[in-house]
């Protein structure tokens, strides 16, 4: 096997977007940026969502079946930098929102969203990987997404 910092260089080229999962259970809702998004299946339409497992949106996405998936685009800087150190009395504090299925927050500001129904989750590591079926979506600022590459794929 090559050295562990070839390996972390050459996984690090893999591109992926930028996104914002958002979920809500009763009167308890979160956020978190992931790069590990993607579609999985045409019929139905699906897409998988690894979150790590020691992120508090995982009990939000198990309680209640179902998130959302906020795509951000190449001038969402201001979303990137929120979700990066987001504010510690509310993630979603100071965005501009609308409400998707199940009352689950959506960001005006983001190039699309997909709303998903939880069909599916297996255990990668120190994430789980999450499919949701994609039950409706729209454009929503509209733009080009955000693509990127890491430095090392062994940190984000």
């Known amino acids: 096997m090559k050295s562990k910092k070839q390996v972390g ?3 690090g080229r893999v591109a992926s977007g930028l996104f914002v ?3 809500k259970h009763e009167d308890r809702e979160d956020a978190l940026l992931a790069s590990w998004v993607n579609q999985c299946s045409f ?3 699906a897409v998988t969502v690894a979150v790590a497992k020691t992120r508090p949106l995982r009990l939000l996405v198990e309680a209640s079946d179902r998130f959302i998936v906020n795509v951000l685009g190449k001038e969402s800087k201001a979303l990137l930098k929120h979700f990066s150190r987001p ?6 504090e100071g965005l501009n929102l609308t409400r998707g299925f199940h009352d689950i927050p959506v960001l005006k500001d983001a ?3 997909l ?3 939880l069909t599916g989750s297996v255990v990668g590591g120190d994430h789980v990987v999450y499919v949701g079926k994609v039950v409706g979506g729209k ?3 509209g733009g080009e997404p955000y693509t ?4 090392n794929g062994f940190s984000y």
Do not use: G, I
């Open 9 to 11: 260089k050459a996984l």
């Open 148 to 151: 990127h590459v890491r430095e």
């Open 87 to 92: 504010p510690s009395n509310s993630v979603f």
């Open 21 to 23: 999962v958002t979920a």
């Open 111 to 113: 190039v699309s969203c």
């Open 115 to 117: 709303e998903c129904e």
């Open 139 to 141: 454009v929503l600022a």
């Open 43 to 45: 019929d139905p339409p």
